[in-house]
């Protein structure tokens, strides 16, 4: 069965304090990863679609990553306005995107 | 290039009454994704469609409904509201109904049910 999972469920950081959220997925045949960012009550924005293992994307302090079997979103010298939901999705069996249940990422001045 | 743009942004309704929630998706995007968000959390799949055809539905009652119209815009319609359906309900359009280039999604309709 198709599955991503994220980790963790919520993150807590000092601004400035640099780390790492996970997307791991479970599907047959990757068409691609996609990475948002979700606001309270806004929907979801895009960020990096990656398609193949080694691939990397850079967005201001943001570094996505993918391999075989994960992916990951590098966080360099965050700022309290990168406080967010960040989700994952990929490409299912059924034309559907699977989501994750996503990361809420805070940063505290 | 406009974006998804969806309306109302905010909704109250009664117990019981129907909503109608509208889409537009981006110029060239023939797809229209329906999803619902409780507060808190994940996005549940409601409805999928693609010219204009029903392509798929998730886990929801047949009290969800919707249609595509031939310009591609979308409305959703919920009838026989109940207090468990207040919820963002979001809406996303993409290329040629195919995930493999994702999604792009509107802002969103704050569905309240009192």
């Known amino acids: 069965e198709d599955q991503v999972t994220q980790s963790p469920e919520a993150l807590r950081l000092q601004e400035g304090e640099s780390s790492s959220l996970n997307c791991s997925y479970t599907?047959?045949?990757?068409?691609?990863l996609f990475w948002y960012r979700q606001d309270p009550g806004k929907g979801p924005e895009f960020l990096f679609t990656?398609?193949?293992?080694?691939e990397e994307k850079e967005k201001e302090r943001l570094k996505a990553t993918l391999t075989k079997k994960e992916s990951f979103l590098h966080i360099t010298a965050p700022k309290p306005e990168d406080s967010a939901t960040y989700l994952c999705?990929?490409?299912?069996?059924?034309?559907?995107?699977?989501w994750g249940a996503g990361t809420k990422l805070i940063i505290k001045p | 290039e406009a974006g998804v743009t969806q309306s109302p942004t905010h909704l109250i309704k009664t117990r019981g009454q129907q909503a109608t929630l509208r889409c537009s998706p981006i110029s060239g995007h023939t797809s229209v994704y329906w999803y619902q968000q409780a507060l808190g959390l994940g996005l549940q799949f409601l409805l999928w469609?693609?010219?204009?055809?029903?392509?798929n539905r998730g886990n929801f009652p047949p009290r969800f409904s919707g249609r595509q119209f031939p310009n591609y815009s979308s409305e959703l319609n919920v009838n026989a509201l109940e207090l468990e359906d207040s919820a963002l309900y979001l809406c996303a359009s993409s290329l040629v109904g195919s995930p493999n280039y994702g999604y792009t999604f509107g802002s969103g309709t704050r569905l309240t049910v009192v």
């Open positions: 990656l398609y193949s293992a080694g």
């Open positions: 999705a990929v490409p299912g069996g059924n034309y559907q995107l699977i």
């Open positions: 599907v047959s045949g990757l068409r691609g």
């Open positions: 469609y693609d010219e204009g055809e029903e392509r």
